[in-house]
């Protein structure tokens, strides 16, 4: 998750500027713009460059600086720009462009609580990495945090259309065993990849409990809440006062949802079970205890509104946690039963223990872990462990902030090798469909270059594109 936000933020940082600098260019001049391309196309041979604007996709423009801006960031952010021209960067820009416009020709919609939350994670994510809010206002050169906010906004609601429309491009896309059969073997055996060391890594992990006391205090809690909404309070002000839930809490607790959303169970079924207006009674989900309320119903998606509350866990709790799950350890390396038998009796990850603790790899959905590619806190808690040997207690916390601890243990390693058809299938499976998913991303981008106004200015037309962004 830090990941995605982390090359999120990298991505707003370039378009920011980006965004800035096209807000400027009003809908008229741009239309202007267009017509003196095509008037001078028309009537002269000469090309006559129009000033900062090196493209135009659709209703997007691409200007000169943005080219510029984005090469820099690249460079302050350690990325490689070895054989990154101008032209290949100006055509990266003008893809993402197209995927935009399309995207909005399609009528692709992204709703505002999805925007609302990833704007709030950025925020929340990258002021703590860059050190408070102050350097991050200063870092994008806004003069508060309303004013970022709004300006996020309209960049992730782009980045979100090109992300859909790229979707939907490859959505219908599947291979069979033959296709993947073939595509291997097209492959020279001098140039096959190599699969480097990969680890197949199990967890079993105690939750401490809350009290009875707890528990009755976070409900009691809510109960309250809901009868100050119930009787004229806003529900939206007391999230902001009282939700542990910190992506939504100072939204007033606003997101909206569908029921294909990844969500809780729990929580689906009330948002989709109470009526515009109502509030829930309190409910349970495995991140706490909540209060729902539907602000809008709009066909198959929901505005609702949430309160969440995390009963407290004291010290005395979390050790015995500990206790709980060093004792397993010490029965495992005693041989009185497997790691595979204790998570699946004693673990309270519910995602893992019915498969004996095995971690999915949500990559490639497999379990297999390439060690170079892990995350690096889990690098820094796996890397140390040697044969069968299983980890201390480690102290893990959940993105909400609740506490609990685990013990990992590496159940496979499997070394550095070039990829074998039957070994690594699912890795080969992998490559063939993202080069089909490639070539039908390629016809896409051809046939929609047809149908999109697109202008490339003078300057950049000597451009050798691998797509035919001159339409020649």
């Known amino acids: 998750m830090k990941k995605s936000i982390y090359l999120f933020v990298i991505l707003v940082g370039i378009s920011m500027q980006a965004q800035v600098q096209e807000e400027t260019v009003s809908e008229s001049s741009m239309m202007k713009a267009k017509a003196k391309v095509n008037d001078s196309t028309k009537t002269t041979s000469k090309r006559v460059k129009i000033d900062g604007v090196a493209a135009v996709v659709g209703d997007h423009i691409i200007l000169e600086s943005d080219i510029d801006k984005t090469f820099l960031d690249l460079r302050q952010q350690g990325a490689s720009i070895e054989g990154l021209t101008r032209c290949k960067l100006l055509g990266k820009l003008m893809e993402d462009k197209l995927y935009a416009h399309q995207a909005v020709q399609d009528s692709l919609v992204v709703s505002e609580g999805e925007i609302s939350d990833r704007v709030t994670q950025t925020i929340e994510y990258f002021s703590e990495q860059i050190g408070g809010m102050d350097k991050l206002l ?31 491009v490859v959505s219908e896309v599947e291979i069979t065993p033959e296709e993947v059969r073939l595509f291997f073997e097209t492959i020279p055996e001098d140039q096959r990849p190599k699969i480097g060391v990969e680890l197949e890594v199990a967890q079993i992990i105690i939750e401490p409990k809350p009290s009875e006391e707890a528990v009755k205090k976070v409900v009691d809690k809510l109960k309250a809440i809901k009868s100050e909404v119930e009787a004229g309070a806003s529900f939206g002000t007391k999230a902001i006062l009282y939700s542990k839930d910190r992506a939504s809490g100072r939204q007033g607790g606003f997101m909206s949802i569908t029921k294909r959303m990844p969500l809780a169970k729990e929580f689906k079924d009330m948002s989709f079970t109470l009526q515009e207006g109502e509030v829930s009674e309190p409910f349970e989900t495995d991140f706490g205890w909540h209060i729902v309320q539907i602000d809008k119903v709009r066909g198959q998606e929901r505005d609702v509104r949430h309160i969440l509350l995390i009963p407290e866990i004291t010290n005395e709790k979390l050790d015995e946690a500990r206790k709980k799950i060093d004792t397993l350890r010490q029965r495992i390396l005693a041989e009185e039963l497997t790691f595979d038998e204790a998570a699946r009796s004693f673990s309270d990850d519910k995602d893992t223990r019915n498969n004996g603790g095995k971690l999915i790899n949500p990559a490639t959905l497999g379990t297999h872990f390439e060690l170079t590619k892990m995350d690096p806190e889990q690098y820094s808690q796996i890397e140390p462990l040697k044969g069968d040997e299983i980890s201390i207690p480690l102290l893990d916390e959940t993105r909400t902030g609740q506490k609990r601890y685990k013990i990992i243990k590496v159940t496979n390693r499997y070394n550095e090798h070039v990829a074998d058809y039957s070994k690594d299938y699912i890795k080969i499976k992998s490559l063939a469909l993202k080069n089909k998913q490639l070539q039908e991303v390629e016809k896409w981008i051809t046939e929609k270059i047809k149908e999109t106004y697109i202008n490339v200015n003078s300057g950049n037309r000597d451009c050798e594109f691998q797509n035919n962004w001159l339409k020649k």
């Open 138 to 168: 200063k870092f994008y050169a806004m003069e508060d945090e309303a004013s970022l906010r709004q300006r996020l906004t309209k960049i992730t609601k782009t980045q979100f259309l090109t992300q859909r429309m790229q979707s939907k």
